[in-house]
């Protein structure tokens, strides 16, 4: 295949980070990056922190315009994708220049998730939180005193609904599971938010869903109400793989692709939030909604693409969620499957049998990364040598 | 405006006028300098936004805050006393004409 021409879908941190990639490995031909919103890429994950606060959208700004003159890298904003014609190897798209077809030799498919939308009976009153502009309302409905609901308990709900305390609203949180973040977090680590919420003063309703959003409540599924004036709905994403699935790939929550991340098409890649890949950790296809997944994906896509070789994404996973003072870090992927070891207050260990998979550290940054780094080898690692590194000598906690 | 001076691991100098209360690292990036990654944006939760503060630099430039050497241990360069996180230096009028060196490697 010669490689003349690439379009990424999708100008979030991800689709971004392929363009800077392929031109770091020293590609000279053509690059099309497409984003459906207006203005420069920017970082998402301030957008349920530090902006709701200081409202800096200029921060948030991931390169400015004159990388993409000096990169050659055409940015169409505004534009959506309407299809992938596969036979011709061509993107339609429609934007603010009418409709197009862009020929590729390769794509990119970055396009993300978006939120899911839970048959709540009102939902059209409730606010998002995925985009700038959704930050933007959010932060503008915050300029008077409030009483929020959120709906979903997971890390963005969770940093909002810590950011309004901060600021004095009112502040309930309703998940319909038993506990908070119960996707991503141990049990262990789900009851010391659970307890740093309350304390903050935000009510926790939780293993109870919502049916009912009205101007001034929400109705939960036990008949229950809880007062609101602004309602943010943060109940987890759906990947957006319509365009792939129209277009004939294989699709199964997100775009299905291999250990190097093509898709049923050889010439189509997918990253980030919306791919899901083989995982050599475990031999599963997983589906990861970080940045972190996003950028690592489109540096190995992209150093595959240009040098011709079939490298597998091997990737250490890893996550954050900031709330109030409280900095969670996660090492690794644990999953509700494993065996949980409560190391010390804020330490947790996560195991599949003898191995352990995912570390868990409130506000201790030296465990993280030091767990961070056993965990990345290709060696199994066992839970003594965690325990080792989270020893408080070991651990620098002076 | 107070001046950074990033100069990257082949020696590239670029010069910056940037405003005062930006990170090193949020002034690398808006101004397109090479060498400095940012990935989590200024979270520290990775290491890519290392720098060596010039050693005459060094004492204006305050202590690591808590959790960046912690951090540090995951960068991808060599680590030394010079050795920063930018994203945890804020520019104050008293770091006009600050200079940084950037490490081969981020990632």
Redo the contacts between chains.
Sequence with gaps: MTLASVIIIGAGQGGLQAAISLRQEGFSGAITLIGAEPGLPY?R??LS?AYLLEGKAE??????E??FR?KDITYLTETRVEGIDRAAGQVIAYGPQGTMRLGYDALVLATGARNLRPPIEGLEHALDLRTLADAARLRAALATKRRIAVIGGGFIGLEFAAMARKLGHGVSVIEAAPRLMARAVSPAISAHFARLHQDWGTELILGHAATRIAPDAVTLANGGTVPADLVLLAAGVRPNSDLAEAAGLVVENGVRVDATLRSSDPAIFALGDCACFLDPRTGAHIRLES??AA?DQA?LIAANLVRGTSTAYGALP?F?S?QADI?L?IAGLGGNDCTDILLQDGVVARLRGPDVVAVETL?K??I???A??LLAGNDPVALDQISAIAAPQAA?AA | MVKVIYIAADGTRTEIDAPEGESVMRVALANDVEGIVGECGGAMMCATCHCYVEPDWAGRTGERVSGEEDMLEGAASEVTQYSRLSCQIPLTGALDGLVVRLPEDQI
């Excluded at chain 1, 921060?59 to 400015?64: D, Q």
């Design positions: 970082q994950p301030p922190k921060a948030l700004t991931l390169r400015p004159s990388f000096t940045v972190q950028t540096r890893w954050w900031d900095k870090q506000n940054p030296g993280h990364i030091r961070r780094k620098g």
